[in-house]
Structures are given as structure tokens and as C-alpha cells.
């Protein structure tokens, strides 16, 4: 089944509107366009929340541009532009909503507060009198959230209708102030955090079934609502519960998903493992009977914001996870005339080999294996608050899936026999959760170490102490510098440096005398400050590794940091080794997965020079097949040797190119 294009445009009202929307429809059929997603009343254009005379004009040709559409055989959706508003951006309303307003008190001039009745009536009026032309998909901007919402500071949900649902479900009358104190004092989290998301999440789950009960009965059964998401480590500071929200928007059991996975403009391919962990992260959150259809942005739109060879690399990493379809965002969303872009075409008929490849081999029921990266939606609620801002409490998954990716090592968010478990996101994990992960492989960053034997468990970990000390604290032995290797596979590699001079703070770990101890922290002038990381068999049957370090993402990546990493992962796995882990070049992104009897390993190059790519497995496949997608060109096969238990491929992997290894 070829891959699917669903374009995101936007046709302007005015006399110009058929012939633009004839336009777009050859433009689409050139392209194969399976569907056009149309934007409503977005971004340059918006004006503010629709109403009167100008509501009317942008419904007629919403209208008329579905009708084209469909007479040229291409499906429609529609993409309203605003729910409670993305950002005031110098817009003034008065349309009697109850504006949003941030921690610190400031307000909005745009922006709407979920609570209010008059917002909502507009915004089920709004969808109703859309879905009554029978859309494929309405789609939810990701405005339909707390945070984010400039020009205010994190975000809203402090009106004073939010604050009086809080008095209701609380007992308590605090002012703003002293709410927000509250939640971000240091500490063990204050009751009334939990008491707030759980407000904000209610008001936001009602919002969401209004919709879904107007759009049911205004299209007849015939729309379904869809959502656009974004940071999971920000949601879970709003509360969300992704579940209940996927469930509150089904129109007859149907959804729609288009997860946010990739950045709107050019960044270094390294970000290609933020596309692979966020897709694999949300896959998780949503209902399997939900369509996803990932959003690929280069915003504000061409070549000129995103290259097209990353875009390309973003398109085939969405559709390796296997998405449903894709939805484009590639155009300016002023453009008007599809056909003054024929650039944007060529990218779209040059994509689509590769794409259709991947679509034809990579269903979207397929398992994916590797290290687990595990996370709570509720995490933000069990999080100690070291600063008054919001932002504090984000706790994700982010930067243990990074670590792990741009190292070689694939991840999952499924269970699996080794788990990484980074930062506060330890403290989201009850008792019970933390012995069983302890029981498995375990690998652990300064920050999760010092959390569980502050909670108890420093046994199990192979710790009599784990203590957080601050980049500019004096200590006795003085300052931390560098890791020492101490333990390698390769003898050349004992006593080499790695840095950990720029980490915000270190781990002060005091391992017992039965921990395998990898490297020592030591200072500038060569004295031991302590251990860097370190192994450890426990009691339950378990393994744990452990890095002093607490912020991996300022580590510098390099190959000794590989080879320690990998070793790491190793020991973890005990004597069922079982993960391919890829080497040969910086940055090599892998994604494993299995389905109908076969696994695939692809691998994204996510550094600008050309790799040789190697993959060490302990179950080597006899005859893997090798096929090589190298930006916007044909997918061609290319050699694969099994030389023991490494699978080498000695044809060069592009920047941004994937190389995908399958075999039963």
C-alpha cells in the first residue's frame, strides 16, 4: 500500500478562491495528494475568533474549496486555525470570553480560558456548523492546551474562573500568588498540584466530549475529530491524561492523532532521534484503533525554512513508525496559488519511492524493541520543584531516549528486559513499579539514582550513598573535571578522559565493594573526586547501571562514550544478550521493530559526513537484506556481511539517508 499524502493549505476568501482551489487540485494530482487538509483563518490571516460576516465568508469557502476537491477525486479534512487561541501576536477581542491568564497575572488579549461558557458555545458552533459538510477529520490545533500561549509566561489556566473550580474541588481559597507558590515550592509537591491539574484536566476533557457530542450529531457520523500534540514532559505539567482525552474526542469509537515529532525549521541531524523517540512515545499514549498521521512542518513554509533533504529524512522516519499518513505543512500558508510552488511538488514525487518502499514493508502494527524508556503521564505531579517556574516541573523521557539513540542503541516505550530511567521522572514510579524494573536491567542517570536511595532503595542499587553536589560547590577534593576510564573491553582505552566539566552537577556516588566500576570522577589535576559509573548485580536478580552524571544531554558524544555506553547496555542485558547496537559513524539513529515474522533495524545518518554502518548482535542474521534510502532518490539494495556477530555494510550511508537491515 503506497504511503499517503494528506497537504495542509490554506485558500483565501475572495473572488480568487474556485480558480486557487482548481489550482490546488491539479497541483495535488501531479503530487498524488491523497487528501488536502484545508486551513481556516491561519496565522497571517487570523484575525481573531470568527464571528459574523467574516465567519461567513471563510465557511463559503471552505464550501467551495471541498467541493473542487472532491469533484477531482482528492478527500478534504479541515484544519480550523484557533480553539482557545495560539498567541495574542497584537490581536485584541471583545467577544465577552473570559481571557486566559498566566502564574504571574498577566492576560490575554486573544486567548480564551477553557472554563468559560461563552468560549465554548463559540467553539462548538464553530466545529457544528463545519461538520454539517461532512469532513473526513476536524482537526485540533495544539493551541487546545495550558501552556504556550504568548505572550504570556508558560501559559494560562489562572483565571478566575479556574481558581474558583479549584476552591470548589479543594476547600481552599488561596490567591493566585499563593497557588502558585504552592505548587512550585521545593520539596515534596503540595497537595494543591495535584488538585489543579486534576481542574484543568476536567475542564479540558469537557471541552473535548462537547466537541465530539456537536460534531457526532451535526456531521451525522460522518466527521471525526483528530488532535495535534505536542511535549509530553509539558502536558504532563497541565495534568493531561492522554487516554481519557483520546477517548473524550472519539466520534463512534473514531480518532485522529498528528503527533508533533520534528522541528519546524533546519537543525542538525542529530534531532533525528527526537523525531524517532517522540513518535514512539506517543504511539504508546493513543488508542491502537486511532489513525495517526504525523505533522511535517517547515514553517514558515519551503526549502528556504527546512531543507529538503531533512524534510525527506523526517517524512521516512514518520512513516518507519508506521503512520497512516502524513500531513504536510510545506507550503506558506499565504501562498494562494499551490502552482506558484512547483519546487514543493518536485520534493513530493521525488519522496515518494522511498516512502511508498517503506509503507509496503512496514505495517502499522508493528512491536518495537530495544531499551525502554518508560514514562508517566503523571509525572509533573510527583516532581520536587527546585525554582517558582511551572517550566521546573517538566519531567519526559527525553533525554534518556536521546542519550541512547545518538549513541546506537534503539528504544521502545514498550516493557523490555533493560530499562533507562533518567532525571525526577524516578520519583513518577511507585514502589512497586521501581522493585520490578530493579529486577530487570536497569540504567540509571546521578539525578534517578540519588531519588531511589533517598526513596530506599540504595541497596538494590549497589549504593550506600548517591549525593547531588552543584557545579560550584567547594568540596574537599575539589572540583570535577573529567571521567577516567578504569575498565574497558578495549585494553588501549583504560585511562582515557571523558568530560564531565560542563555538567551542572554531579552524582557523589559511593558504590558497594561489589559494583563493577567503569570509570572515576577525578579533578582538574588528576585527584579521584568519586565513581562516574559503575555496574551492579542485586538481589532480586536484577542489574544497574549507574552514571553520576545529571544532565547526559551536555556529555560530550564521542566514541569512547560509545564503547562505554554499549558495554553498559551489556552488562544490563546479563547473559541473554539479545540488542543490535550500531556503530561506524556519529550520530547513527536506529529504530528496531518486528512484524509478520520479520525484523527491521533502520538506521539514520545523523551527521553530515557519510557512514559505514555496523551493527553488533549477538544473534546475527545469516542473510540479512540491506536496503539503502538515501535522500529523495530510488531505494536500492546494497550489500550486507555477516563477519561473527557484526553486521557490516560497507556502502556509505549519506547524511540523512536510512538504511534499513531485514531479516526473519
Known amino acids: 500500500m503506497p504511503a499517503r499524502y494528506h497537504l495542509r493549505f490554506q485558500i483565501h476568501p475572495g473572488p480568487d478562491a474556485r480558480a486557487d482551489a482548481v489550482a490546488l487540485a491539479k497541483s495535488c494530482a501531479a503530487a498524488s495528494v491523497d487528501e488536502v487538509v484545508l486551513l481556516l483563518d491561519a496565522e497571517e490571516l487570523y484575525t481573531g475568533h470568527l464571528t459574523g460576516a467574516e465567519a461567513d465568508s471563510w465557511f463559503e469557502t471552505v464550501a467551495e474549496a471541498r467541493s473542487v476537491l472532491l469533484d477531482a477525486g482528492i478527500g478534504v479534512s479541515l484544519n480550523p486555525w484557533v480553539t482557545v487561541g495560539h498567541a495574542d501576536r497584537g490581536r485584541r477581542e471583545d467577544l465577552g470570553f473570559a481571557p486566559m491568564v498566566s502564574p504571574t497575572g498577566e492576560t490575554a488579549t486573544a486567548q480564551a480560558s477553557f472554563a468559560c461558557p461563552r468560549w465554548r458555545r463559540w467553539l462548538t458552533d464553530h466545529y457544528g456548523r463545519y461538520a454539517e459538510l461532512g469532513f473526513r477529520v476536524l482537526w485540533i490545533e495544539d493551541d487546545f492546551r495550558y501552556q504556550n500561549h504568548a505572550p504570556l509566561s508558560w501559559g494560562g489556566g489562572f483565571e478566575p474562573l479556574m481558581l474558583r473550580r479549584f476552591a470548589e474541588l479543594s476547600g481552599a481559597r488561596p490567591t493566585r500568588e499563593q497557588l502558585v507558590a504552592a505548587i512550585t515550592a521545593p520539596g515534596p509537591p503540595h497537595p494543591w498540584r495535584a488538585q489543579l491539574q486534576q481542574v484543568w484536566r476536567t475542564a479540558q476533557l469537557e471541552v473535548a466530549r462537547l466537541l465530539a457530542d456537536t460534531v457526532a450529531e451535526r456531521s451525522g457520523g460522518r466527521s471525526q475529530l483528530g488532535l495535534m500534540s505536542s511535549w509530553l514532559d509539558t502536558t504532563s505539567i497541565e495534568g493531561r491524561d492522554w487516554p481519557a482525552l483520546f477517548d473524550a474526542l472519539a466520534v463512534e469509537g473514531r480518532v485522529a492523532h498528528r503527533p508533533h515529532f520534528a522541528p519546524y525549521s533546519d537543525a542538525p541531524g542529530r534531532e533525528l532521534s527526537f523525531s524517532v523517540w517522540t513518535l514512539e512515545l506517543q504511539r504508546a499514549l493513543r488508542p491502537a484503533t486511532a489513525g495517526c498521521e504525523p505533522e511535517v512542518e517547515n514553517w514558515p513554509h519551503t526549502a528556504w525554512s527546512k531543507s529538503d533533504t531533512q524534510t525527506w529524512s523526517e517524512m521516512a522516519a514518520a512513516q518507519l513508525a508506521g503512520s497512516d499518513a502524513l500531513l504536510l505543512n510545506v507550503h506558506p500558508m499565504h501562498a494562494r496559488r499551490a502552482d506558484r ?10 519522496s515518494r519511492p522511498a516512502l511508498d518502499w517503506i509503507a509496503d514493508q512496514q505495517p502499522r502494527d508493528l512491536v518495537t524493541e530495544g531499551v525502554s524508556v518508560p ?13 517558582p517556574e511551572l517550566e521546573a516541573l517538566a519531567a519526559g523521557p527525553g533525554p534518556a531516549a536521546d542519550f541512547l539513540l545518538r549513541f546506537g542503541v534503539p528504544i521502545t516505550a514498550g516493557p523490555a528486559p533493560v530499562a533507562a530511567l533518567f532525571g525526577q521522572l524516578a520519583r513518577a514510579f511507585d514502589d512497586d513499579e521501581v522493585r520490578a524494573l530493579l529486577a530487570g536491567g536497569l540504567l540509571l542517570d546521578g539525578v534517578a539514582a540519588a531519588v531511589l536511595v533517598e526513596r530506599g532503595f540504595g541497596s538494590l542499587l549497589g549504593l550506600r550513598e548517591a549525593r547531588l553536589v552543584d557545579r560550584e560547590e567547594r568540596t574537599a577534593s575539589g572540583p570535577y573535571a573529567a571521567e577516567q576510564v578504569l575498565l574497558a573491553d578495549d585494553p588501549s582505552a583504560v585511562g582515557m578522559l571523558l568530560s564531565v566539566n560542563v555538567q551542572p552537577a554531579l552524582a557523589r556516588l559511593e558504590p558497594v565493594d561489589a559494583a563493577r566500576r567503569w570509570t572515576a570522577v577525578v579533578t582538574p589535576d588528576g585527584r579521584d573526586w568519586g565513581t562516574g559509573r559503575f555496574g551492579f548485580r542485586n538481589e532480586l536478580g536484577g542489574r544497574v547501571a549507574v552514571l553520576a552524571a545529571t544532565a547526559v544531554d551536555e556529555l560530550p558524544y564521542n566514541d569512547d562514550g560509545q564503547r562505554l555506553l554499549h558495554a553498559m547496555v551489556r552488562f544490563l542485558e546479563g547473559d541473554q544478550p539479545r540488542l543490535p547496537l550500531v556503530s561506524g559513524g556519529p550520530y547513527l539513529i536506529p529504530q528496531l521493530s518486528r512484524a509478520n515474522g520479520v525484523r527491521r533495524l533502520a538506521v539514520g545518518n545523523g ?16 542473510e540479512p537484506r540491506a536496503t539503502l534510502l538515501a535522500p529523495l532518490a530510488q531505494p536500492r539494495p546494497v550489500p550486507a556481511a555477516v563477519l561473527g556477530a557484526r553486521v557490516c555494510v560497507e556502502q556509505e550511508l549519506p547524511d540523512r539517508g536510512w538504511l534499513v537491515l531485514a531479516w526473519e
Do not use: I, M, N, W
Open 607 to 622: 551527521c553530515a559526513d557519510p557512514a559505514r554502518v555496523r551493527v553488533d548482535y549477538p544473534r546475527a542474521p545469516t
Open 375 to 387: 514514562f508517566k503521564q503523571d509525572a509533573a505531579a510527583h516532581v520536587q520543584a527546585h525554582t
Open 341 to 350: 510552488f512547483p519546487e514543493v511538488g518536485d520534493l513530493l514525487s521525488r
